[in-house]
């Protein structure tokens, strides 16, 4: 087997991880209980996935410039996907989107509500 | 390798169809803003599968303006969200901490 086709088999390979990868996580969405959990399972192919995809396909194409801009789209995905999906968790942990009953311990709240109104009760002067 | 690279286009296909469906049931719309997040990783994902299997580079802009494209829009959308009650970043009373 030459250079170039054993290349194309590991870039496949990689492709086909990746897009598993993505079938776990839409199956995770739909499973688990609440937004934190969905969370926990949505950021897999954010991540991972999209790096085995564009790993995948810089194998199989073994081209410069196109390898360039896949390792830019790589790393900035690396960079922006854990910041947003931060951002998501607190909103939704401050509109009380979740369910309080999964919660262990919810340090951020006087005691768990269910109904969406902070326990704190600074929102009325606002 | 064409096999496999199909095989990996009708597994994104069949995420994307579950991840719509999430869309759609919702509740919250923070589940909608997250499932909207993971469809648009996963049209990148098919636009990289279809150059693999094209061998062409032509989408590969499009895979890097999309996944900034999901940033700026989760980010907007958890700003919009948390609106309805102050800032992102600015924190919850905490009174529970260090007792």
Same mark, same amino acid.
């Given at each position: 087997m030459?250079?170039e086709?054993?290349?194309?088999?590991?870039?496949a390979?990689?492709i086909?991880?990746?897009a598993?990868?993505?079938?776990?996580a839409?199956i995770?969405?739909l499973r688990?209980?609440?937004?934190?959990?969905?969370m926990h399972a949505?950021s897999?192919?954010?991540?991972?996935?999209f790096?085995l995809?564009?790993v995948?396909?810089?194998?199989?194409?073994?081209d410069?410039?196109?390898?360039a801009m896949l390792?830019?789209?790589a790393?900035?995905q690396?960079?922006?996907?854990p910041v947003?999906t931060?951002?998501?968790?607190?909103a939704?942990?401050?509109t009380g989107?979740?369910?309080?009953?999964?919660v262990?311990?919810?340090?951020d709240?006087d005691?768990?509500t269910?109904?969406?109104?902070?326990?704190?009760?600074?929102?009325q002067t606002? | 390798m064409?096999? %496999?690279? +199909?095989?990996?286009?009708?597994m994104?296909?069949a /995420?994307a /169809?579950?991840?719509?469906?999430?869309i %759609?049931?919702?509740?919250a719309p923070s589940?909608?803003?997250?499932?909207?997040d993971?469809?648009i990783? +996963?049209?990148?994902?098919?636009?990289?599968?279809?150059?693999a +299997?094209n061998?062409h580079?032509?989408?590969i802009?499009?895979i890097?303006?999309l996944?900034l494209?999901?940033f /700026?829009?989760t980010?907007s959308? /958890?700003?919009? +969200?948390?609106?309805r009650?102050?800032? %992102?970043?600015?924190?919850?009373r905490?009174?529970g901490?260090?007792a």
């Amino acid at each position: 087997m030459t250079v170039e086709g054993a290349l194309d088999v590991v870039g496949a390979v990689l492709i086909l991880l990746g897009a598993a990868l993505s079938l776990t996580a839409a199956i995770g969405l739909l499973r688990l209980p609440d937004v934190l959990n969905r969370m926990h399972a949505a950021s897999k192919p954010q991540t991972l996935g999209f790096l085995l995809l564009c790993v995948g396909l810089a194998l199989v194409l073994r081209d410069g410039a196109a390898t360039a801009m896949l390792v830019l789209a790589a790393g900035l995905q690396l960079v922006t996907a854990p910041v947003a999906t931060q951002m998501m968790a607190k909103a939704a942990h401050r509109t009380g989107q979740y369910r309080a009953d999964l919660v262990v311990d919810d340090r951020d709240r006087d005691e768990p509500t269910d109904a969406g109104e902070p326990a704190d009760g600074d929102e009325q002067t606002r | 390798m064409q096999p %496999v690279l +199909i095989a990996a286009g009708v597994m994104l296909a069949a /995420a994307a /169809a579950l991840t719509l469906v999430r869309i %759609v049931r919702g509740p919250a719309p923070s589940d909608r803003v997250v499932a909207t997040d993971v469809l648009i990783a +996963i049209v990148a994902g098919s636009l990289a599968v279809e150059a693999a +299997i094209n061998h062409h580079a032509y989408t590969i802009p499009v895979i890097l303006v999309l996944s900034l494209l999901a940033f /700026a829009a989760t980010v907007s959308m /958890a700003r919009f +969200i948390a609106g309805r009650q102050g800032v %992102v970043g600015s924190g919850p009373r905490r009174r529970g901490r260090g007792a």
